[in-house]
């Protein structure tokens, strides 16, 4: 058999009755009639008691006889079935895995750290129970594996002006590569008959002997950005004045004074600190 086959045992309450009835009648007999034969019935009996399968909610009983798979309890209750049946118990519900940090090579090739949370579950007990050696630690091992595939696959953040503009990134494209990390752990987990419920990236950072330099970097981009929206404001600025004096005809300058009015606020208006002006008392010339 190579699938999961769900199964329903006898009532356990009903044979526990039934059970315990045969256990106490054949011992007050066998010490009313002193017949050893009864004693016999009473051991019987007793191996019965092992028959007893107990099954919570959200857990499993996969069943074997022998090493040959009989199938899977899934229901919760109290069952009976065969004493000589063992008993494997695998749990249903939904668990969390938060993966270790792991240091690994994105796209570009820069190093960074990453860990994942994971939420799974087991939906065919046949193959978590045989077809892997021990589905828990199957679970962190592939899911790391995915995490470091996953990484080689797209650059931490986007360097347009080195060439490097890409559409998906690890720090700002969240959904696209929480769906592309899903897809990848669920199809390394099918083996096993695990669910993906969901798979997020839990940590994502620069490598600590990178994460100063590229702070430098970002923060010098920043700047940059800054910069160029400021330069952009004030040549508005500058334009829309010497406007303003051309058209309402505040006073006539000439191209040397035009210029020199326009270096002026471009200085006041570009600076880093707020500009101490020289009141000149005489005249333009002077």
């Given at each position: 058999m190579k699938?999961?086959?769900?199964?329903?045992?006898?009532?356990?309450?009903?044979?526990?009755?039934?059970?315990?009835?045969?256990?106490?009648?054949?011992?007050?007999?066998?010490?009313?009639?002193?017949?050893?034969?009864?004693?016999?019935?009473?051991?019987?009996?007793?191996?019965g008691f092992f028959g007893f399968i107990l099954v919570n909610p959200n857990t499993s009983q996969v069943i074997l006889l022998f090493g040959k798979y009989v199938g899977t309890i899934k229901d919760n209750g109290?069952?009976?079935?065969?004493?000589?049946?063992?008993?494997?118990?695998?749990?249903?519900?939904?668990?969390?895995?938060?993966?270790?940090?792991?240091?690994?090579?994105?796209?570009?090739?820069?190093?960074?750290?990453?860990?994942?949370?994971?939420?799974?579950?087991?939906?065919?007990?046949?193959?978590?129970?045989?077809?892997?050696?021990?589905y828990e630690n199957f679970v962190r091992v592939q899911t790391d594996a995915a995490v470091r595939k996953l990484a080689s696959m797209y650059p931490y953040d986007n360097f347009a002006d080195e060439g490097h503009d890409e559409d998906i990134t690890l720090r700002s494209s969240v959904n696209e590569v929480s769906e592309a990390l899903e897809k990848e752990i669920e199809e390394r987990l099918a083996i096993a008959g695990i669910e993906v419920l969901e798979a997020r990236i839990g940590y994502l950072a620069y490598a600590q002997e990178i994460a100063s330099a590229?702070?430098?970097?970002?923060?010098?981009?920043?700047?940059?950005?800054?910069?160029?929206?400021?330069?952009?404001?004030?040549?508005?600025?500058?334009?829309?004045?010497?406007?303003?004096?051309?058209?309402?005809?505040?006073?006539?300058?000439?191209?040397?004074?035009?210029?020199?009015m326009v270096s002026n606020l471009m200085v006041i208006l570009c600076g880093d600190k707020e500009a101490t002006p020289v009141v000149n008392a005489g005249t333009l010339n002077h």
């Amino acid at each position: 058999m190579k699938a999961e086959k769900i199964i329903k045992p006898a009532n356990g309450y009903l044979m526990l009755f039934v059970t315990l009835l045969i256990f106490t009648g054949s011992i007050v007999l066998a010490i009313q009639q002193s017949n050893p034969l009864y004693l016999i019935i009473t051991a019987i009996s007793f191996i019965g008691f092992f028959g007893f399968i107990l099954v919570n909610p959200n857990t499993s009983q996969v069943i074997l006889l022998f090493g040959k798979y009989v199938g899977t309890i899934k229901d919760n209750g109290l069952y009976w079935a065969n004493p000589f049946f063992t008993k494997k118990k695998i749990s249903l519900r939904a668990s969390n895995f938060d993966s270790e940090r792991l240091k690994v090579n994105d796209k570009l090739g820069n190093p960074i750290m990453i860990s994942t949370i994971l939420v799974w579950r087991v939906t065919d007990t046949y193959k978590a129970a045989f077809d892997v050696d021990n589905y828990e630690n199957f679970v962190r091992v592939q899911t790391d594996a995915a995490v470091r595939k996953l990484a080689s696959m797209y650059p931490y953040d986007n360097f347009a002006d080195e060439g490097h503009d890409e559409d998906i990134t690890l720090r700002s494209s969240v959904n696209e590569v929480s769906e592309a990390l899903e897809k990848e752990i669920e199809e390394r987990l099918a083996i096993a008959g695990i669910e993906v419920l969901e798979a997020r990236i839990g940590y994502l950072a620069y490598a600590q002997e990178i994460a100063s330099a590229m702070l430098k970097r970002q923060q010098a981009t920043a700047i940059v950005a800054a910069r160029h929206k400021i330069v952009e404001g004030a040549v508005s600025m500058v334009e829309m004045a010497l406007t303003e004096l051309s058209k309402k005809n505040i006073v006539d300058l000439d191209d040397e004074r035009k210029a020199a009015m326009v270096s002026n606020l471009m200085v006041i208006l570009c600076g880093d600190k707020e500009a101490t002006p020289v009141v000149n008392a005489g005249t333009l010339n002077h």
